[in-house]
């Protein structure tokens, strides 16, 4: 039963927030008004209902009655069924208000930098509790327990859990577990016995009643760093990851300590201090031990079942997410059953699923984990944030006593820092990149305080802690403090500080690779050096996932695949949806995007990217090649024609009646087509290239496992169209040979079986590319000089030619181009810099391009009727490359003045002959 | 420690070797314990076979890459000091060490570090890595879980993302560059117990 939810919020806040103040007021005032008009303002009326229903059981009642003497007698057309809805209605509602409240904080993008979103939920959460407060004279909601540890805490830590860097965390392990159980024991201690002393020496008020036992207990409730804030307030500020995983870390491991310190004092409070014996002590300790491992062990087991389960759901890819969340959940919720450390439950149960559902799931399912996740983590958070403000205004729960709230605020933020200090000084001697001052003092500084404190607070029974109300109200400024001021503060002083930040950046390849070599030599020099460190042990942890664990729990399609292997592939992936999103959805511009986005292009990156010409992924940088050096007109005309073909015949289908299914999710149309080619450009490169005509039938073989690999549910029927195109166009049934004769580097293998074509992007490339580069290289050595007026990119030339088959419409670049001339010298980055202005040129001359094709879309050329139209003359055999032909004059001008460089040279000679 | 000290007057040039290398003592008889106990015949040096013996280099990928690079070029053997040497590019890096220009980059720093990782890959020492020698370290790392067409690709896309002078060829300065934001001195060091 939900009962916190607040009546009056939704509706007041849905005005509120828009107009914040007293625009709210009206809306609020209605509420104490009986006088239910049943087919009034919805809002107010829900808000109205909900305080009745909620206003306590007495008030209910009566409200209720009444409620029903409207009812009274006959059929009526609309009834009002608030009961039977309100549960949800009111939990929808306050979805919709977080959700709406967050919105309207990103309004002002300055402020947002400067105010973490916490604050401002707190803030709000204190705005709408105040409107509730004078309205009904009478806080009726706080943040729930048993909500907040059933439903809102498991999915923030959920998406901690699962979400968490594994190999950072395990690589500060040591340091996260000293500062979760050390510190947080001495801050416990610490905290309970100097506000103790405080007592004693008549600091805080006589009226506060309580002892030892009660002082510990809240000494251990308040001590905790909390998940929730650290990861709102830490999230916004970006410190390294290394500091924000020993913070994070810790926020989440302490649970174990929090919980058994919390349940230890509680029991010690019911016998009462005088009675606890010395075995208790030790039962203590003794329940801490199984707190803490039994908790991991039930994640791990959790963790094992969830990678077990993935594995068959080859067949029923829509559930994956499913099974993620639901096994997540449950490994906290059994572990909250045997009253075991849930936090942990569930932390080891996302970190230790994570790879291996991560790599049997669907690409699909991954996003979709991701997003759910985040999204209900976010939504979670909101919550917590505003009930939190929510509840600090009820007077009734509150007892104020300077003392204590001052020594509270005193003490943890002194024992914080004693603590951080001492344990970084003793992990300092073993930590391979010791923690410095900056980091300390970030630490200590970070140790916020929230939610978790505030519903164990809560939760404490005012029976036995006689100064709970006490307790409550430190417990509520100690966490408004720590996530208001420290909150609102650690940003500047984090950059006061210096502290080295997170960079956003994803490791390159290059990384990827050595990084992974260090490990090896680590491992090995450890073992030559005869060191049990940690390498050596994290090497035995890996062999033994390998030979055993990922058997059991990986696909057998995965289970082969290397990780570095993945990692690249990752990269490419990521590099296509840069490129991709840079240039928009257009599928033209992304192949012409290519040449400008990235200078030494990527084989690979081609690979991924080229969604126009998949096929001749490497092909096509030749046929640049070709065109930047030699300049065939000829060339260009085919392979525009080229372009088309693969486009109309490929990518579009003609129309399919789309079903719906519930357990299959269509693709769309367009998503459906990337894929295709996608999946297409890996296979291609995933394969040998051994494959041909003949082989056709042991390709798709062995291409079915590729598929799995990558991106989710293409129909067979799908795939197999896309195997078809995967082969060369001559492949496809009915494709005229004659186009493909003419492209030049197909043309110059020879005309012979269809296979060549697939051959031939092999062997030209490799080769070419280099020779390309050095060209490229040795051209833009040349026209460096900033007062060169040529394009010094000559892709850019390339590209603009590219657009422009008809030399009618084709605008010389040349004005667009050489403004950007100097960025494009030889400096590394200067090709990443993409000008807008360039760009959007360059998409003009796309769309251009791009209309004549659309007419012909829908209607595939490997059909073999076409409209003649768009047939350009189909038998223009290559002409003879030479420099009077070509259009563009800044290119022509460029091959002058750039002697071809040896290797174009090379290259040149080696096209005609091969024509 | 006056068991150790007594202990340390039996490694030759101990002083020095501590000196150089940034090793303490405790450190230093450790590893001639080690060293001793990889030598199988007290030769007083170790050739390939006493490290290939150790068994879990067995298991690990690039362990005769590994083991090679303790020989310098055209030796069969290596003894206490080189073994040594080459240990302390592993050390920690001081976070606060004194250093006055004239003294050589002691093998800890991270360039130290970065240099003994370099020449791993940089098998005939012409100061950079070839696609061949590239090849060679992911094959090794790679085993079997990938085609050689693969493989190939990533060597390529490596070389094209780090190669700046596009010689086709990874130099010790576009090396050192594509891992600068790489925290080297963590992932290179191991912690050295007593």
């Keep these: 039963m939900l009962l916190l939810l607040l009546p009056a919020a939704a509706p007041a806040d849905l005005c509120g927030t828009g107009s914040p103040g007293l625009g709210s007021s009206p809306p609020v005032l209605l509420l104490p008004q009986p006088g239910p008009e049943e087919f009034g303002a919805p809002g107010v009326a829900s808000a109205r209902s909900a305080a009745e229903e909620a206003a306590g059981p007495g008030e209910a009642e009566e409200d209720g009655a009444e409620h029903h003497h409207h009812h009274g007698g006959g059929f009526r057309v609309v009834q009002w069924e608030w009961n039977y809805v309100q549960t949800p209605y009111i939990i929808a509602i306050w979805l919709l208000v977080a959700s709406v409240a967050k919105i309207l904080f990103h309004f002002s993008q300055r402020f947002t930098t400067v105010v973490p979103e916490s604050c401002m939920l707190i803030l709000l959460g204190l705005v709408l509790g105040g409107i509730v407060l004078i309205a009904n004279k009478k806080q009726l909601y706080q943040l729930d327990p048993a909500l907040f540890f059933l439903f809102l805490l498991p999915t923030i830590v959920g998406d901690a859990g699962y979400f968490m860097p594994a190999r950072l965390f395990f690589d500060n392990l040591g340091a996260i577990l000293t500062y979760a159980v050390v510190g947080t024991l001495w801050n416990a201690f610490c905290t309970g016995f100097c506000l103790y002393a405080a007592k004693l020496l008549g600091i805080i008020g006589h009226h506060v009643q309580a002892d030892l036992m009660d002082f510990l207990l809240f000494g251990a409730l308040i001590s905790a760093v909390d998940p929730v804030a650290v990861l709102a307030v830490f999230e916004e500020v970006h410190v390294n990851e290394t500091l924000f995983i020993i913070v994070f870390g810790e926020s989440l491991l302490n649970d174990a300590v929090t919980v058994v310190l919390y349940k230890v004092y509680i029991s010690f409070v019911e016998v009462g201090g005088a009675n606890v014996l010395t075995a208790d002590y030790f039962k203590g300790v003794a329940s801490f031990l199984i707190v803490s491992i039994g908790g991991t062990l039930v994640g791990l087991v959790f963790a094992v079942i969830l990678g077990f389960v993935t594995r068959f759901t080859k067949k029923v890819r829509i559930i994956e997410p499913l099974f993620v969340f639901l096994l997540v959940y449950l490994a906290y919720l059994t572990a909250e059953l045997f009253s075991l450390s849930a936090i942990l439950s569930m932390t080891f149960c996302g970190i230790g699923a994570n790879k291996y559902v991560e790599a049997n799931i669907s690409q699909k399912s991954r996003t979709t984990i991701k997003y759910t996740m985040k999204n209900l983590a976010s939504i979670a958070e909101t919550i917590i944030f505003i009930f939190l403000g929510i509840s600090a205004v009820d007077k009734s729960k509150w007892a104020w006593d300077t003392g204590l709230v001052s020594c509270t605020l005193v003490f943890i933020f002194v024992f914080r820092a004693m603590g951080v200090v001492g344990q970084t000084w003793v992990l300092n001697r073993f930590r391979l990149v010791p923690l410095d001052k900056i980091d300390q003092v970030v630490m200590s500084y970070g140790g916020l305080r929230g939610a978790v404190a505030f519903a164990l607070v809560v939760l404490l029974d005012g029976e036995q802690v006689k100064a709970k109300d006490y307790f409550v109200a430190t417990t509520i400024v100690v966490v408004f403090f720590t996530v208001m001021f420290q909150g609102l503060t650690i940003k500047p002083l984090v950059k006061w500080l210096k502290v080295p930040r997170a960079t956003n950046r994803k490791p390159t390849i290059n990384e990827e690779i050595h990084e992974r070599a260090f490990d090896h030599i680590l491992t090995a020099v450890e073992d030559i050096a005869g060191l049990q460190g940690y390498h050596h042990w994290r090497d035995k942890w890996e062999q033994f996932d390998r030979n055993y664990l990922s058997k059991l729990l990986l696909r057998k399609s995965v289970y082969r695949k290397s990780e570095l292997w993945e990692a690249y592939q990752k990269i490419n992936i990521r590099d296509a949806i840069s490129v991709i999103d840079q240039v928009g959805p257009s599928k033209k511009s992304i192949y012409l995007s290519i040449y400008i986005s990235k200078k030494n292009f990527h084989l690979t990156l081609f690979a991924t990217v080229l969604l126009v010409c998949s096929r001749r992924e490497n092909g096509s940088g030749v046929c640049l090649d070709l065109q930047v050096i030699d300049n065939v007109p000829g060339s260009k005309v085919v392979e525009d024609m080229e372009t088309h073909h693969v486009l109309a015949g490929n990518l579009y289908k003609p129309r399919k009646r789309s079903h719906y299914s519930r357990h299959f999710m269509p693709l769309g149309e367009k998503e459906r087509q990337d894929r295709e080619v996608f999946q297409r450009n890996m296979r291609i490169r995933m394969e040998t290239y051994k494959s041909s005509r003949h082989k056709r039938h042991k390709k798709e073989r062995s291409m079915k496992k590729v598929r799995q690999i990558h991106m989710s549910v293409v129909t067979k029927k799908n795939f197999q169209a896309a195997l078809d195109v995967c082969q060369s166009p001559s492949a496809a049934p009915s494709s005229p040979p004659t186009e493909d004769s003419h492209l030049p580097w197909k043309g110059g293998v020879g005309l012979p079986p269809p296979c060549v074509s697939v051959e031939a992007t092999k062997i030209i490339p490799v080769d070419l590319q280099q020779a390309w580069n050095q060209s490229i290289s040795s051209l833009e050595s040349v026209s460096s000089p900033p007062a060169s007026t040529e394009p010094v990119h000559p892709r850019v030339s390339a590209l603009s030619r590219l657009g422009g088959p008809r030399p009618a419409s084709y605008t010389a670049p040349s004005t667009t181009v050489s403004s950007t001339t100097s960025i494009g010298a030889p400096a590394p980055q200067s090709s990443f810099c993409f000008p807008e202005k360039k760009k959007k040129k360059m998409q003009e001359e796309e769309e251009e391009e791009e209309e004549p094709g659309a007419s012909q879309e829908m209607q595939p050329l490997m059909l073999p009727v076409r409209p003649p139209g768009l047939l350009p003359p189909p038998s223009p055999p290559l002409p003879p490359p030479g420099p009077g032909r070509r259009r563009n004059p800044c290119v022509y001008l460029r091959s002058l003045v750039a002697a071809p460089p040896p290797a174009s040279g090379d290259l040149h000679s080696r096209r005609p002959t091969q024509l | ?194």
């Design chain 2, 1 to 194: 420690m006056g068991s150790s000290s007594s202990n340390l007057n039996t490694i030759p040039n101990s002083q020095e070797l501590m000196q150089e290398t940034g090793f303490s003592a405790a450190h230093l008889l450790r590893l001639y314990e080690r060293f001793e106990f990889l030598d199988k015949d007290n030769k007083g040096h170790l050739r390939p076979e006493d490290f290939e013996a150790v068994q879990e280099l067995s298991t690990n990928p690039i362990g005769d890459i590994i083991i090679g690079s303790f020989f310098s070029p055209g030796q069969e053997t290596v003894d206490f000091p080189s073994f040594v040497r080459i240990l302390a590019h592993f050390r920690p890096a001081e976070k606060n060490r004194t250093r006055d220009g004239a003294q050589p980059e002691p093998a800890n720093s991270s360039t130290g570090k970065l240099k003994f990782a370099f020449q791993l890959y940089d098998r005939d020492r012409d100061g950079k890595i070839s696609r061949e020698e590239l090849l060679q370290v992911l094959r090794a790392m790679l085993e079997m879980q990938v085609t050689e067409e693969q493989l190939e690709s990533m060597a390529e896309r490596a070389i094209q993302e780090a190669d700046l002078d596009e010689d086709d060829a990874i130099s010790f300065d576009e090396f050192k560059k594509s891992l600068e934001k790489v925290n080297i001195d963590h992932k290179m060091s191991i912690h050295f117990m007593k």
